[in-house]
């Protein structure tokens, strides 16, 4: 994919060496939880992601339940080491060693790209239920200006700056300066 900063993405492996928790909910440092995650925390499948938005038979790494275990931590190891990413990162090793992963809604990890448009319709009926957004790509909340979400004036484009001032509000609550 020539994203050499995909390398470092193996290092979500080591969520599996994690034995001291019976299950976790991985969110990447690019996402904006738009509500507590909390009931999912009751699956019982050990692991479990939504569905990536270029992709829907694969999911996306950035948002992932999983629960820790020394042999898949291995074996998820192992195959990396064999070269079995078929992306060049976590997402395509993963994807390969849990083919048959359970479906979480996309709401979980509703993936927004400055390019991508989604189907701004159920957008809206269900914008309540967005539980966490994920800013992909290279384009990262925190190397933009707030206003910079807005290329036009269409539903999606609205959305994106919506969700890009959010972040930053969040981010500032917590301490960092504007942009």
Partial sequence: MGREDLAST???IALWQQTQF???IYLDADTLPLK???ELFALTAPFAAAPELGFPDCFNSGMMVLEPSLETFE???QLGLKGGSFDGGDQGLLNVYFPDFHRLSF???ME???TYRLYMPAINKFKEKIAVVHFIGKNKPWDMNPKEGLTDDSAYSLL???MLERWWKV???VGGKAA
Avoid: G, H, V
């Fill in 75 to 77: 074996e998820l190891r």
């Fill in 36 to 38: 507590a995650p909390d």
């Fill in 171 to 173: 981010y500032q609550s």
């Fill in 10 to 12: 193996f290092t979500k």
């Fill in 112 to 114: 927004l790209y400055k």
């Fill in 160 to 162: 994106y700056q919506e």
């Fill in 22 to 24: 019976s299950k976790i």
């Fill in 107 to 109: 709401m979980y990890n």
